[in-house]
């Protein structure tokens, strides 16, 4: 199978996690769900992923404060995070892409657009 892109999605849906799990082929991509920023930050300890997909507005740490104690740890600071939210407005991008994200998609999500993203973002890898 070689080896797959690893995705952490985190979102307090659990809907939403599988949903954007399944947009992934498993022949090119292992996907791990977290419900919470505090479980995000555990699964990053388990295993770096190449990517994470955050939701923002989730129940104890925001997806900016995961984002930001990513970004401010020499060890995880280059994994790209991607934002997707609910949150429509110039002032909830801003402040997911001063946190750190790279990217930042607002809900609803068309799942085309977001792989297309995800596919051209692990390939050039900017964030290196």
Do not use: H
């Not at 292992?30 to 997909?53: C, F, H, M, Q, Y």
């Not at 984002?67 to 401010?72: E, F, R």
């Amino acid at each position: 199978m070689g080896d797959r892109l690893r995705i952490l999605i985190v979102d307090d849906e659990p809907s939403i996690v599988k949903a954007l799990s399944a947009m992934f082929p498993g022949d090119k991509y292992e996907t791990t769900g977290a419900s919470n920023g505090n479980e995000a930050l555990e699964r990053v300890g388990e295993k770096t992923p190449d990517l994470i997909l955050m939701d923002i507005n989730m129940p104890g740490m925001s997806g900016y404060e995961v984002t930001a104690a990513l970004k401010n740890n020499p060890d995880t600071q280059k994994i790209p995070i991607v934002l997707i939210t609910g949150n429509c407005g110039k002032e909830s991008r801003t402040k997911g892409l001063e946190a750190g994200a790279i990217d930042f998609f607002e809900k609803p999500i068309t799942v085309r657009d977001l792989y297309n993203r995800i596919e051209y973002l692990l390939s050039v890898k900017p964030w290196v």
